[in-house]
T-cell receptor, first 115, second 113 residues
C-alpha cells in the first residue's frame, strides 16, 4: 500500500541555520512527490513538486528537495531558515485512482524557529 | 491563489444533525477532493470527483456523502454528525489527472458536540 512517513514530528532550528525535513515514501511505480506548507489556521500551499527528470527540484521561498529512488526519500532542505518559515510541513505522494489522482500525506513535521 | 472558497468556515453542531459543507471553485477544474485533517493523522481523503455527477470514495468515506451537480461546486454531507467527525475539512482542486498538483481551499473547522 502507498504510504508516506515523516519521521520527525517536531523540529526546532535556529534562525539562519540550515534545515532538512525527512520524507520517505512507499509506492510501487514512479512516484509523483510534493511538499506542502501550512501556516497556523491556513490552508496548504505547494512548495515544490517532483514528477520526473532532474532529481533536485527547486521550489518557492528558497526551498529545494532531492528525490532519491534508492532510498525512497524526498527530503526538503533550506540553507538558511527565517522566522517566517515556522509552520507545519507535509510531504505527499500522488496515488493513481481509477479516475484522477489523490494525494497520500505524511503526518506532518512542525517546524519551530528560535532566535 | 487558486479560486477556491469553502463555506462555512466554522461550524458547531450537535450529534445526530445533518451538516453540509460547500466547496466552490472558479478555475473550471475537473477534479475536486475533500480531505479531513486531524492531529497526528495529516490529511486523509474522504471523497473525490472526476467530473459532474462522477464521484468516488477515499480512504475515510464512512459517514460521508458527496454531490457534484455542476463543475464549480462540490458538496460534502454528514448525514448524521458524530463527535468523531470533529475535524478541519479541506477541499482541493486539480486540473488534470495524473501528476498535476492540487490546490487547497482555506478549510472548514467543524465541531460536533
Amino acid at each position: 500500500a502507498q504510504s508516506v512517513t515523516q519521521p520527525d514530528i517536531h523540529i526546532t532550528v535556529s534562525e539562519g541555520a540550515s534545515l532538512e525535513l525527512r520524507c520517505n515514501y512507499s509506492y510501487g511505480a514512479t512516484p509523483y512527490l510534493f511538499w506542502y506548507v501550512q501556516s497556523p489556521g491556513q490552508g496548504l500551499q505547494l512548495l515544490l513538486k517532483y514528477f520526473s527528470g532532474d532529481t533536485l527540484v527547486q521550489g518557492i521561498k528558497g526551498f529545494e528537495a532531492e528525490f532519491k529512488r534508492s532510498q525512497s526519500s524526498f527530503n526538503l532542505r533550506k540553507p538558511s531558515v527565517h522566522w517566517s518559515d515556522a509552520a507545519e510541513y507535509f510531504c505527499a505522494v500522488g496515488a493513481h485512482r481509477q479516475a484522477g489522482t489523490a494525494l497520500i500525506f505524511g503526518k506532518g513535521t512542525t517546524l519551530s524557529v528560535s532566535s | 491563489d487558486a479560486g477556491i472558497t469553502q463555506s462555512p468556515r466554522h461550524k458547531v453542531t450537535e450529534t445526530g444533525t445533518p451538516v453540509t459543507l460547500r466547496c466552490h471553485q472558479t478555475e473550471n477544474h475537473r477534479y475536486m477532493y475533500w480531505y479531513r485533517q486531524d492531529p497526528g493523522h495529516g490529511l486523509r481523503l474522504i471523497h473525490y470527483s472526476y467530473g459532474v455527477k462522477d464521484t468516488d470514495k477515499g480512504e475515510v468515506s464512512d459517514g460521508y456523502s458527496v454531490s457534484r451537480s455542476k463543475t464549480e461546486d462540490f458538496l460534502l454531507t454528514l448525514e448524521s454528525a458524530t463527535s468523531s467527525q470533529t475535524s478541519v475539512y479541506f477541499c482541493a482542486i486539480s486540473g488534470l489527472a495524473g501528476h498535476n498538483e492540487q490546490f487547497f481551499g482555506p478549510g472548514t473547522r467543524l465541531t460536533v458536540l
